[in-house]
C-alpha cells in the first residue's frame, strides 16, 4: 500500500497504548502493509506527535483540576478505568472502545499524572518562595 488510511490512524492510536516514542523498526514492523518512504514516515512521525501532545495536555489538565479540588499530596493521584483521566485518553484513542486498554498503559498514566502534579506544585512553591527582586 502507497499511503496511509484511516485503519493505519486506528492501529496508530492503539499502538500509542503500549508506546509513545515507537521506533522506525517497530513502525515498519507493525505497518507491514505500507511501503515506507520519506513522507510516510514523516506523517506516522507527526500521529505520534499529536498523540503525544493531547497526552500530556490532558495529563496538566487533570493534575491541575487535583490539586483545585485540594489534593496535597502525589500518592493520593489514582488512575483506574473509572477515572475521568482514563476516560478521556480511552475516548481519544480508542474512539470505538473496541480494545481493552494494556493495563500497564494506567499505571504509566498514574506516574505520567504524579510527575505533572509534583511539577506543578513545586513550580507554585517556587514562585511564591522566590524574592522578586532576583528576577
Same mark, same amino acid.
Given at each position: 500500500m502507497e499511503g496511509l488510511s484511516p485503519n493505519h490512524l486506528k492501529k496508530a492510536k492503539l499502538m500509542f497504548f503500549y508506546s509513545r516514542y515507537p521506533s522506525s523498526n517497530m513502525l515498519k514492523m507493525f505497518f507491514s502493509d505500507v511501503k515506507?518512504?520519506?513522507? *510516510? =514516515?514523516?506523517? #506516522? *512521525?507527526k500521529?505520534?506527535?499529536n498523540f503525544r501532545e493531547f497526552y500530556y495536555i490532558q495529563m496538566?489538565?487533570?493534575a491541575r483540576q487535583a490539586i483545585n479540588e485540594g489534593v496535597t499530596a502525589a500518592d493520593d493521584i489514582n488512575v483506574s478505568r473509572d477515572s475521568e483521566l482514563f476516560r478521556a485518553l480511552n475516548m481519544h484513542y480508542n474512539k470505538a472502545n473496541d480494545f481493552e486498554v494494556p493495563e500497564r498503559f494506567l499505571e504509566v498514566a498514574q506516574i505520567t499524572m504524579r510527575e505533572f502534579f509534583?511539577?506543578?506544585?513545586?513550580?507554585?512553591? #517556587? =514562585?511564591l518562595t522566590f524574592p522578586?527582586?532576583?528576577l
Open positions: 515506507f518512504n520519506r513522507c *510516510i =514516515t514523516s506523517q #506516522l *512521525i500521529w505520534f506527535s496538566e489538565k487533570f509534583n511539577a506543578i506544585v513545586g513550580a507554585s512553591v #517556587l =514562585t522578586k527582586s532576583h
